[in-house]
């Protein structure tokens, strides 16, 4: 994987001549620090401030895919952009509006399970569920690391019964329990592609293992991995943190403005500006 800040002139003519270009993006980790709840997530002022350029540019089109509920995402993001809840399985905004029937079916299978993953996490102190409607998590951050293999061993043992209609997927110090439908984040990509476009090109962000089935259903074109695990991944490019997301899109909110009146920007002035404009607010 590249850099992505070292070959931002590989960006430059990417965008170049493009007229309706998506941006997806997932959320936590992505666009901001993971913290030690989702409760406790808070938007940087600088990247929401980002954000909103990003939205009102006429040459970008602003996806958030994330494994938040649909409601939670939209809170956070006062836009008019696409929003794909639940890792994809219920999409709005832009026109759109998709609930996944099969998963809909499943909800009472799910919170049956809720039930079941709140008795059997009680023995570990720091462990809850989060029932997002279409799936939910077991968070366990705050759990002592010594206990996380018995901890899963034991969930996806209580859960046993349900195996046949439920997925579990172990995310960033999280498990996700999903209804077993074909349909991921790149499922959700792929629809917004269709029902809204075409687009000339397309760029996705993302942190960890669930945004890989996003990387794939792009392949082909720029996919930029946030963080330093780099094992097994589809993307392309690869960025540290949050803030280096910013400036990365603060960059193209740029190089569009600047193509939109005919002449392109010189990439590496552009990002040392965006990186000496107020970023310092982001938090690594």
Known sequence: MKYCLSVLCELDGMLAGKDRVLIASDFDGTLCPIAGSPSE???APA???ILRHTAACPRLSLAVISGRALTDIQRRLPFNIFFAGNHGLEVA???LEYEHNGARQLRSCLSDACGILAETARQWPGAWIEDKGLSATLHYRQVDQRHHNPMLFAVRRSLGGLGARLSLRVGRLALEI?????WDK?????YILEKAGPFDACICLGDDQTDESMFRANSGQMNIRVGRSFSRTAATHYLL???EVAIVLSHMVDLCAAGARGAWIDHSRSAEATAAGGLSGLQR
Request: no cysteine; proline share 9%.
């Open 47 to 49: 990247m929401l401030e």
């Open 93 to 95: 905004g832009g026109g």
């Open 186 to 190: 790149g499922s959700a990509l792929r």
């Open 178 to 182: 999903r209804p077993k439908v074909q």
């Open 41 to 43: 997530v808070r938007l």
């Open 241 to 243: 943190d949050p803030a």
